[in-house]
């Protein structure tokens, strides 16, 4: 298993611009800055004010679209839309990499899409029945074809149709010849930022796609909102009934990169405060204090500065060890964990290490990564983790295991120690983890975060689950029948 499979692995990024003479161009660099919310796949599709031109294909960004590319090339036009995937099935990557694109009665649409929705298996049966083919497994079609059954005119219109019959957590961009579009479901599990560059409205994942382009950020795609960018201007709509709002709030754990602010609050700032309520929670005299990098760098140093216990790089990531990297023979297969990570044991040599990460899923990289600080000469070993357990696996848009691979929904945190051999081990509270992003605490009539991977409070209904059968649940990398 590799480290990024032990891990919760968002599934995709979006990005829209609209009226940009190098809209293809900046697309290409706006995905490069959300790489890391997939690195399976990019696509893009341009307008060039004749055609639609499409171009998606497996790999990352740099190497889809990178210097000299010939499918960069191509992407002529003033507007554009984008999408990263992260897959972790190979076979069923080329059909569905989006943007996905569709002929409907209207006119052509390119859509683009984060999150997944909860009710795709039974609409995507209902529309078999009614004899639609589907190309692919993804639920971006499923939108498509709902769409293209409307019986309304206009294309937001049909947009609208579509999105009042899915339940989900989606943050998805669409372009026809004359718009652009993004809509955020009405719980705004995903993010979604409306930017602007030149007089061009931006629409992306995160705000460090706009940072990457230079654009300023105009402000965040409220929950339930659709954009329209025209040539006129931009219109806001509220086509959907009000519903709480629940934010990821995993995307301040880990997903989000660290530069973006997302929902107002700066993801390195509140990662750090992570780790100051870590270390207030769950103290323990130490000598040293050190991150797994780079997810746990943040936290970690919040928990230096709370304790005052000095923070060191105690583990050296290598940062050329990429998805694609094959083992070169079994021989030094074993070598496991220490392709991507090494310990610093100058510095970690006879002393009490307080180890900090983000995120414990199955806890088989966990348990490599104390064995080989331990084995680098600590004393000690307490494992400190920037997230409550994650007991649940999650349905609105993030790679997560089966619930029973999830090793804090099978042990107890005694249990889970044991396991990873740690001399002690102890997570951020969910008080801890809301405190850290500015509220109170976690309020249990009215969560204001979806939070349910460690409570198990599903805001949005999860309808393609049947009988209590979580893995029934159709995600966006599961094949379809
Ligand atoms: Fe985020 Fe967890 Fe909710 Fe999924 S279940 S949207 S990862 S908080």
């Known amino acids: 298993m590799s480290f990024a499979e032990d891990r919760f692995n968002e599934e995709c990024a979006v990005f829209g611009i609209f009226g940009h003479a190098d809209a293809g161009a900046l697309t290409v660099l706006g995905l490069h800055a959300l790489q890391h919310r997939g690195q399976e796949a990019a696509g893009i599709v341009t307008y060039d ?65 984060n999150g997944n929705l909860t009710n795709a298996r039974a609409l995507r049966a209902e529309l078999v029945r009614e004899g639609a083919i589907f190309q692919s497994t993804s639920d971006t079609e499923t939108i498509i074809h709902l769409m293209a059954r409307s019986t309304y005119n206009p294309v937001v219109d049909r947009l609208v149709g579509a999105l009042k019959q899915i339940t989900g957590a989606y943050s998805l961009v669409a372009l026809t010849g004359r718009k652009l579009i993004g809509a955020r479901d009405p719980f705004g599990v995903r993010p979604l930022v409306l930017g602007q560059l030149d007089g061009a409205p931006v629409l992306a994942s995160e705000t460090c796609a706009l940072d990457i382009i230079g654009a300023d950020l ?83 140093l919040g928990y230096a500065a709370e304790s005052g216990i000095p923070f060191e790089l105690g583990i050296i990531r290598n940062h050329y060890v990429g998805r694609t990297f094959i083992e070169p023979s079994d021989r030094i297969r074993h070598l496991g964990v220490k392709l991507k990570h090494n310990p610093n044991g100058a510095m970690l040599k006879g002393k009490r290490v307080v180890l900090v990460d983000d995120s414990i899923v199955r806890g088989t990289t966990s348990k490599k990564i104390v064995e080989m600080v331990r084995d680098a ?35 107890t945190v005694e249990e889970m120690r044991l396991h990873i051999k740690a001399d002690s081990l102890a997570f951020v509270s969910i008080d801890g983890l809301y405190r850290a992003t500015g509220q109170a605490r976690r309020d249990p009539a009215h969560p204001q975060f979806c939070d349910a991977c460690f409570s198990g409070d599903y805001p949005i209904e999860l309808s393609d689950i049947a009988g209590g059968r979580k893995d029934a649940q159709l995600s966006l990398l599961a094949e379809v029948a």
């Open 377 to 411: 000469g600590a004393a000690e070993v307490h494992f400190r983790i920037a997230s409550p357990p994650t007991t649940n696996s999650c349905f609105y848009g993030v790679d997560t295991p089966n619930e029973e691979e999830l090793l804090a929904h099978a042990m």
């Open 218 to 300: 105009v402000r965040d795609v409220e929950p339930g909102e659709i954009i329209v960018a025209t040539r006129d201007g931009i219109e806001s709509f509220f086509p959907f009934k009000p519903r709480p709002q629940r934010f990821c709030i995993f995307e301040y754990v880990y997903f989000a990169r660290p530069d973006s602010t997302v929902e107002g609050r700066n993801v390195y700032e509140a990662r750090k405060r992570i780790g100051e309520e870590l270390a207030r929670e769950a103290p323990v005299a130490a000598d040293i204090v050190i991150p797994v990098p780079d997810s746990g760098v943040p936290a970690a």
């Open 49 to 113: 004010g004749i055609q639609f031109i499409a171009e998606r294909h497996p790999g990352l960004v740099g190497d889809v679209f990178g210097k000299n590319s010939a499918h960069a090339q191509k992407l002529k036009g003033t507007q554009a839309v984008g999408h990263t995937r992260y897959s972790t099935t190979g076979g069923s990557v080329a059909r569905n990499i989006q943007p996905m694109f569709a002929d409907l009665a209207g006119g052509g649409i390119a859509i683009a899409h």
